[in-house]
Nanobody, 126 residues
Framework: QVQLVESGGGLVQAGGSLRLSCAAS????????MGWFRQAPGKEREFVASIARSGASTLSDSEKGRFTISRDNAKNTMYLEMSRLKSEDTAVYYC????????????????????WGQGTQVTVSS
């Protein structure tokens, strides 16, 4: 069992930056593929970024060049650095963990994740 806790959300002006953190419990964080998803009101949950055990990462096309995903296995923590934020980035951001992924594999499908955090709200004002 893995527990995930997101933090770092808040209100920011368009063009600004935020860093989200996802802290994981347990001693096996380094073996998980991790991911960030977001859900805006009235919309489906959508993929943002994923990082594999190896450190290989994937970002959705709309976030490339603006967001960076990283992980610190020593701290059991994953991060999402967001810059040049837009109003359409407003959503609840969730982190997720997949316990069965091969070393270099990232996942964009939320069904491939086993554990989810409660989410952190990001609001971008225009």
């Amino acid at each position: 069992q893995v527990q995930l806790v997101e933090s770092g959300g808040g209100l920011v002006q368009a063009g600004g930056s935020l860093r989200l953190s996802c802290a994981a419990s347990g001693r096996t964080f380094s073996t998980y593929t991790m991911g960030w998803f977001r859900q805006a009101p009235g919309k489906e949950r959508e993929f943002v970024a994923s990082i594999a055990r190896s450190g290989a990462s994937t970002l959705s096309d709309s976030e490339k060049g603006r967001f960076t995903i990283s992980r610190d296995n020593a701290k059991n923590t994953m991060y999402l650095e967001m810059s040049r934020l837009k109003s359409e980035d407003t959503a609840v951001y969730y982190c997720a963990a997949s316990g069965v992924a091969p070393s270099g594999r990232t996942y964009s499908n939320p069904q491939q994740y086993d554990y989810w955090g409660q989410g952190t709200q990001v609001t971008v004002s225009s």
